[in-house]
């Protein structure tokens, strides 16, 4: 979500629209639908920061939470800057075993992780565009976070979201390098490779000094072909998700439809990995909407923004209220993906009812 309103190696990386074996467990589900649980990225002026102050992690029974309505995946964003204090340097410990807790936590759960590195292509506040050194970095942490997660079946790698902060020419073949490294070193996780600026679904195919997204990943491969390319999309006017009004339904319709095509000629597989609505009649017809049009077999899943338990009164976020749920936990529910393993398929757990929204 938008806080704010070349030369590659030869080795082109990326998706395809079906997973091999490299996967497994989880990861090898039809698909993954879930929701962001945020707080461990917060307060991006207090860097490193003081955990439960400045940020938080989710607790076990937010997670329980997520995973009794219905979720099978976890994206969780938090800060590369708090996972390494220093580039090149070895990953901080404390902020390392915080991680970890939360992965053991969500596997018992069988919730998928993925770690997504949150920082719109920054790092302690300085922007990637031109900086070799913070390339260098950023390959050099997610090779580092390869040796501390190798468990494929319950962790994937958000490599960066929402790069805004470096041009599209430098992210997508960094993007594409530090695949191809991670695969040289042995890595078999899932990967997502977000799109350049804001990852924008609605602006995928709109290029910037001659360059778009459905250009610059048109070729990525994968030779485990586990990687898949994340677009986020909210409904408001200027697609921020900062407005509480949104436009129709049959806005997005269109635009679903010309990425899902795109991804299909490609070979590329789709994550919508955010996506929220404020509790409005318009919004929440936008919001079923856009969870249909993520149904096609060229989309691996979704993740809704956001839950966690500093949002306070933020129209988007989805509380954990059993007697008093957030609207949109009744249109995200019934889409949530029931596969072999949900013995009950045809009846998913429903949200409580909500007298506001009725």
């Known amino acids: ?17 079906t997973f091999a074996s490299a996967s497994a467990g989880c990861l090898d589900r039809e698909r993954l ?23 938080t992690y989710p607790r076990d029974s937010d997670l329980q939470f997520m995973a009794e309505r219905g979720a099978n995946v976890i994206r969780l964003p ?53 900086r070799t050194d913070l390339h260098e970095g950023l390959v050099d942490f997610w090779l580092k976070m390869a040796k501390e997660f190798p468990d ?3 962790v994937a790698f958000g490599l960066m979201n929402e790069p805004n902060y470096m041009p599209l020419e430098e992210w997508a073949p960094l993007a594409k390098r530090i695949l191809a490294e991670l695969r040289q070193a042995g890595a078999r996780n899932m990967i997502l490779i977000g799109g350049g600026g804001w990852s924008g679904l609605h602006s995928w195919f709109n290029e910037r000094d001659g360059l778009s997204n459905a250009t610059a ?10 990687t898949i390319l994340e677009v986020h999309q909210y ?22 439809a010309r990425i899902g095509e ?22 929440l017809q936008a919001l079923e909407r856009m969870l249909s049009l993520t149904a096609g077999p060229e989309w691996k899943g979704w993740t809704y923004w956001a839950a966690g338990r500093w949002w306070g009164n933020y129209a988007l976020a989805l509380n954990t209220s059993t007697t008093e749920p957030s609207a949109q936990w009744e249109i995200i529910i019934p889409h949530f ?15 409580p009812a909500n007298p506001r929204y009725r």
């Open 33 to 55: 639908t879930g929701v962001n649980v945020a707080g461990a990225e917060f307060n991006s002026s207090k860097l490193p920061g003081v955990v439960n102050k400045d940020y």
């Open 217 to 226: 990943f048109a070729d990525v491969h994968d030779p485990l072909k586990a």
């Open 1 to 17: 979500m938008k806080l704010l309103p070349k030369l590659l190696i030869g080795i082109a990386v990326s998706a395809t629209v």
């Open 337 to 351: 993906y029931r596969g072999e393993k949900n013995e009950d398929a045809d009846n998913p757990p429903k949200a």
């Open 78 to 130: 938090f800060r590369w800057e708090r996972a390494q204090h220093q580039l090149g340097g070895p990953l901080d410990a404390a902020e390392l075993k915080r991680l970890q807790s939360t992965v053991a936590a969500a596997e018992k759960l069988d919730l998928c992780i993925i770690l997504d590195a949150h920082n719109y292509a920054k790092y302690f506040g300085e922007n990637m565009a031109g």
């Open 262 to 283: 795109w991804a299909r000629t490609h070979n590329q597989q789709l994550f919508l990995g955010e996506f929220g609505v404020p509790n409005n009649p318009v919004c």
């Open 152 to 154: 494929q079946t319950t």
């Open 235 to 256: 409904a408001d006017s200027d697609y921020s998700g900062t407005k509480n009004e949104c436009r129709e339904a049959d806005h997005f319709d269109p635009r679903f």
